[in-house]
């Protein structure tokens, strides 16, 4: 980056409402420069990656189908029985009259919750950060940074005093309220913002006469599309995998979300430990098909929130 | 980090702030109302746990519960001491030096080659690289159980012919930091390249096209003309990476706990800086020593973080709009 | 306005600034937790087990209609037991009463940080006590932290029809067992009479052996890998591990384990007192076609008494801050004793009267070539007295100073347990043992 030379803003983009430039469509360039050998080096390399990301994958989707000795002794990517996962999904139903259930419906509630609170509090933080001056920003922003290097094994023992402090503790809210602060999240708007949003713009709002909130809510919004598909999916993972939070706040299996529930479920089986025997019918297939079925909301989520993601308008950061 | 300090600077010059003044010392802003409830959450679930763990790095917890400001500077000697404290740095630093750049280029390159030519087979390639970003926990641990033994792994060609044949030869401690990156890299380089590949959407046609015209291969476009734009991602994610990668905890917690179950310890539990942390606090109730182990990581984490944003010049030209 | 900007101290000192601020406030908060316990003979308790275990309380609700509602069962991940007890001594709320865990994890929470088991002495009956074997494992410093529920004590497996075949006798003593190692690798090579590619190969070979690992009185850790028996084990292994008998390809639970099963080579196993119906049982052996003998647990020449070692084994542990000691105590004493739970419960029960009538769940199993049931209840009173569950992890450090070298880089037994006696000393001494090498 050479020192560099911002280009004004065109005129244009004042000009143009923001929602049309966006939702113009962005096609594939025509010209690619690649010729045939180039083609072939390509697809084989990403079919190579394909498979390296892939192959667990599938296995995955083969596993439940398949019984124990079956799983370690048959070819890694044989199918078993399809039959068997009908089974499985009993087997994991007959625990504590499928609690799992109640698991996943907790899930859901505290990813969602969660959700909702990081974005609303994370969005207008990082639009304000990077477009306006409020103030103690450039503390806010240190701290933020500070913040996202803490790790979570010296956070943990003040969170929870903290959180039992005011009765939290084993509620759903001790896992939301922690969790829907996101300084990953405030960051990457407040780059977004920084770096795309013409401030041109804003000041012609202004001068229209335009209170703050409207700007945020009819420039700042409408912009943040790829943003918000972003963060969405990443916090909507993150809050979806999250095991150790839920693990120390949570006492009871009602509250339990699914890491949490599936970890204790299965913790005394000789699915992961061998060496505990017992008559509980969950073993490796079974929680194979658990983890299937904890993939498949983060995959819809993705598949979701990609078409904000790659819809082509982190623009402004590659205005250079 | 920077841009804000641009920022901070301009207020103090010009006049029409001056004039303000007096009404702004009082009156909250639209800006701090929107920084308001932000500004809570970081005091509340960082900023306060933070001085928190501070405040107990220097307390006592020779029975379990702290005894503040008792021990001194006990608990930071106690973590220098520690016989696993070298060897949990050693196996850091190892996997920092391998995970950083196999991140960052891996990302970048596969978000490069993708978008070479968008279409349906670039879109199925990247959900399938995302996916696995989707599996957690024990689930996760399951399938890294098979992947990683040479007897049951749908890699098991591969495995026998490097001449691993027994998982314990693929875990073997030299293995470690190298595994971990490519554990690392299978979960969650996929949202990486999303972004990425995003970013590469967003560059215009025309300067693609304009370079096709000039004679530019796809190869020398990707080099020449798209990798210099999305830079600033790139840096963003080394960043990241490093930051976050200094933590390095879950791979080896949950793939030594799971593997040690079967009998194949070749993973200390005390690994990384960050498990050893977690042991003093949750195997030994010392919560006071890995307060202190913590905030040196973070100290480095820190150093680190500012290294590379100020080498790279990273915030340099946000400010300029 | 393009700017050249770094990063400010001026930012650093106004959070420091404010992270000093927040002082007054942290003290306010840590000031906030107090509470006592008070005793209720009515109050209900939380029992927190694993799956397999909540018919456990289903059953005790059944026999104690009184009771019914008074048990609040949780499932958890009980290798997390010891820390959820640090987060809740922080909180001075939220135990639960009765826990079921291993004697590993009870010696973990019964140091001053965690502080958690009761002392059960005076609540359970010396006659009972006397009844149970394995109850060694709940002893710390004199008093009874918990009370066994099932034991996992070695013996020798063995395949009945082919040592006939072969003409071998099964082995009593180590030194029988090496001799017959060095027999086998010359007339039946690739048969194997046990495995060294796991780490509880610890259990198998050291515990079994009689080395003496970790002997725990007061706060003083004794432990001496230099002594004989250590060095005597080392030295047959370093003899029959290059012959390929004792195998370092699989280990107990590997994939390459059960098809050396499948291909019927498994000629001799020393294992655990669960595995003939969960291991050899349909994985390693055909189930019913009374191949698997069981035979006493090896011991040395000169010892007049075998002495055992295990592989599992599980136990129950009440909470010192329990308010209904009655119901806790009831309860676990039910547990650990009632035959018609544990009569046809999965493992060897620890008391013995109830192991008499868990006898008919596999005296007739069709796996076995006799009746294996005599042969575990002698091992199980053989259980190493002088073996003290601790507050640390030894097996994961064996793995790592020893199986994995002798795995990847050919090193011998012998030359690793010096290294696994360092690391083992580091590990005790950080867990606030004093060690010693001077036996009690």
Redesign the interface.
């Known amino acids: 980056m050479t020192s560099t030379t911002t280009p004004a803003p065109t005129p244009l983009a004042a000009k143009t409402p923001w929602l049309t430039r966006l939702r113009r469509s962005r096609g594939a360039p025509a010209l690619t420069g690649m010729g045939p050998i180039t083609t072939l080096i390509r697809a084989a390399l990403l079919l190579l990656l394909g498979i390296f990301f892939g192959l667990p994958l599938l296995w995955l989707l083969l596993a439940p189908t398949k019984t124990d000795v079956q799983l370690t002794q048959d070819f890694p990517l044989s199918i078993g029985s399809w039959a068997k996962i009908g089974s499985d999904w009993q087997n994991l139903l007959t625990f504590d009259d499928g609690v799992i259930i109640q698991w996943y419906v907790n899930s859901i509630l505290y990813a969602l919750a969660t959700l909702v609170l990081a974005l609303a509090v994370s969005l207008p933080a990082g639009y304000a950060l990077a477009t306006m001056k409020p103030k103690g920003r450039g503390l806010l922003l240190s701290l933020t940074l500070v913040a996202m290097l803490l790790p979570i094994s010296a956070l943990v023992l003040p969170l929870f005093l903290e959180i039992n402090l005011v009765h939290l503790v084993n509620t759903p809210w001790s896992v939301i309220l922690p969790t829907a602060f996101f300084p990953f999240g405030v960051f990457l708007a407040f780059i977004y913002y920084a770096v795309s949003l013409p401030k041109d713009l804003l000041a012609a709002g202004r001068i229209d006469g335009a209170s703050e909130w409207q700007l945020f809510w009819h420039v700042g919004i409408p912009l943040a599309r790829p943003l918000l598909g972003l963060l969405i999916f990443l916090n909507f993972t993150a809050t979806w995998n999250n095991y150790f939070l839920p693990f120390v706040m949570l006492q009871d299996p009602s509250v339990y979300n699914l890491p949490v529930g599936l970890q204790a479920l299965i913790s005394g089986t000789p699915a992961l430990h061998p060496a505990l025997v017992g008559d509980v019918p969950i073993h490796r297939a079974e929680l194979a098909l658990a983890g299937v079925i904890i993939v498949l909301p983060v995959a819809l989520v993705f598949l979701f929130s990609q078409r904000f993601v790659t819809s082509g308008a982190l623009t402004g950061s590659f205005k250079e | 980090m920077a841009v804000l300090e641009a920022r901070k600077q301009v207020a103090p010059s010009p006049t029409k702030t001056r004039v303000k003044t007096g009404v702004r010392r009082w009156l909250p802003t639209a800006a701090d109302l929107f920084v308001l409830p932000y500004t809570l959450f970081l005091l509340a679930f960082g900023i306060l746990p933070g001085v928190f763990a501070l405040i107990l790095s220097f307390a006592n917890f020779s029975n379990g519960t702290p005894q503040y400001f008792a021990a001194g500077l006990q608990n930071y000697i106690t973590t220098f001491h520690d016989f696993r404290f070298a060897s949990a740095f050693a196996n850091m630093f190892q996997f920092l030096l391998i995970s950083v750049p196999f991140g960052v280029i891996g990302v970048t390159g596969i978000a490069l080659l993708l978008h070479m030519r968008t279409g349906w087979f670039a879109s199925a390639m990247r959900t399938i690289y995302f996916l696995p970003g989707a599996v957690a926990g024990p689930t996760s641990v399951l399938i890294f159980l098979f992947m990683l033994d040479p007897q049951v792994s749908p890699f098991r060609g591969l495995l026998t012919a490097m001449h691993m044949d027994q998982t314990i030869i693929v875990i073997q401690p030299s293995h470690l930091p190298l595994l971990f990156t490519l554990l690392g890299f299978f979960v969650g380089a996929g949202g990486w390249i999303v972004i990425f590949y995003g970013g590469l959407k967003g560059i215009s046609t025309d300067v693609l096209e304009a370079a096709a015209i000039d004679g530019a291969n796809a190869w020398q476009t990707a080099l020449y003309i798209k990798l210099p734009m999305i830079r600033r991602y790139v840096i963003y994610l080394a960043i990241l990476t490093f930051a976050g990668n200094i933590q390095i905890f879950t791979e080896p917690q949950l793939i030594g706990a799971s593997f040690a179950y079967s009998g194949i310890g070749t993973i200390s539990p005390t690994w990384s800086p960050n498990e050893l942390g977690y042991y003093f606090a949750f195997n030994d109730g010392n919560f006071g020593a890995a307060a202190a182990i913590s905030l040196l990581m973070v100290a480095i984490g820190l150093i680190g973080a500012l290294a590379i944003i100020r080498a790279t010049g990273f915030f340099r030209t946000d400010a300029a709009v | 306005?393009?700017?050249?900007?770094?990063?400010?101290v001026?930012?650093?000192a106004?959070?420091v600034v404010?992270?000093l601020s927040?002082?007054p406030?942290?003290m306010i908060?840590?000031s906030?937790?107090d509470s006592g316990p008070s005793a209720s003979s009515n109050a209900p308790i939380t029992v927190w087990?694993?799956?397999?275990?909540?018919k456990a309380i289903q059953e005790y609700e059944a026999a104690h209609p009184g009771s019914a509602g008074k048990i609040h069962a949780?499932?958890?991940?009980?290798?997390?037991f010891?820390?959820k007890v640090?987060?809740e001594?922080?909180?001075n709320s939220?135990w639960p009463d009765v826990v079921f865990a291993e004697p590993d994890l009870v010696a973990?929470v019964s140091?001053?940080?965690?502080?958690f088991p009761l002392d059960l002495s005076p609540y359970v009956s010396a006659d009972i006590q006397k009844n149970f074997a394995g109850l060694d494992a709940c002893r710390f410093n004199g008093k009874l932290y918990c009370l066994r529920n099932d034991l996992?004590q070695y013996v020798l497996y063995y395949n009945a029809p082919l040592m006939q075949q072969f003409g071998y006798s099964v082995p009593t003593t180590w030194e029988q067992y090496e001799a017959l190692g060095l027999q086998v690798a010359k007339e039946h090579p690739g048969y194997i009479i046990g495995e060294f590619?796991?780490?509880?190969?610890l259990d198998e070979y050291f515990w079994g052996g009689k080395c003496p690992l970790h002997q725990v009185t007061g706060d003083t850790l004794y432990t001496n890998l230099a002594s004989p028996n250590c060095m005597r084990m080392a030295s047959l292994l370093d003899t029959l591990i290059p012959t390929g008998v004792i195998t370092t390809?699989a280990?107990?639970?590997?994939?390459?384990m059960?098809?050396l099963g499948?291909q019927n080579k498994i000629l001799m196993l020393p294992g655990?007192s669960?595995m003939g119906?969960?291991?050899f049982k349909?994985?390693l052996y055909p189930s019913s076609n009374h191949q698997l003998g069981v035979a006493a647990p090896l011991k040395w020449q000169a010892d007049s008494q075998a002495y055992t070692g295990a592989?599992?084994g599980a136990a129950w542990t009440i909470s010192n801050h329990t308010k209904n000691v009655k119901l806790a105590v009831d309860f676990v004493t039910w547990v650990t004793t009632n035959p018609t739970y544990l009569g046809h419960?999965?493992?060897f029960p620890a008391y013995l009267p109830t192991a008499d009538i868990w006898h008919q769940s596999i005296a007739s199993d069709p796996i076995f070539a006799s009746d294996p049931y005599p042969v575990l209840k002698q091992a199980a009173t053989e259980l190493d007295p002088t073996y003290s569950y601790v507050?640390?992890?030894d097996?994961?450090?064996?793995?790592?100073s020893v199986?994995?070298p002798v795995?990847?880089a050919g090193a011998t037994v012998s030359s690793k347990l010096s290294a696994y006696q360092a690391q083992l000393v580091?590990l005790a001494q950080?867990?606030g043992y004093q060690v010693t090498n001077t036996a009690p």
């Open positions: 306005m393009q700017r050249r900007s770094r990063v400010s001026r930012h650093m106004h959070a404010l992270l927040l002082f406030v942290m908060a840590l906030a937790c087990v694993d799956a397999d275990r909540m949780v499932v958890v991940d009980r290798t997390q010891p820390a640090l987060l001594n922080n909180i939220g973990q140091d001053a940080a965690h502080h996992a590619a796991d780490a509880y190969a390809k280990g107990y639970f590997d994939a390459g059960t098809t499948h655990a669960w119906e969960y291991l349909g994985t592989l599992g419960e999965a493992n507050r640390f992890d097996r994961t450090i064996f793995g790592t199986v994995t795995i990847t580091a950080s867990v």
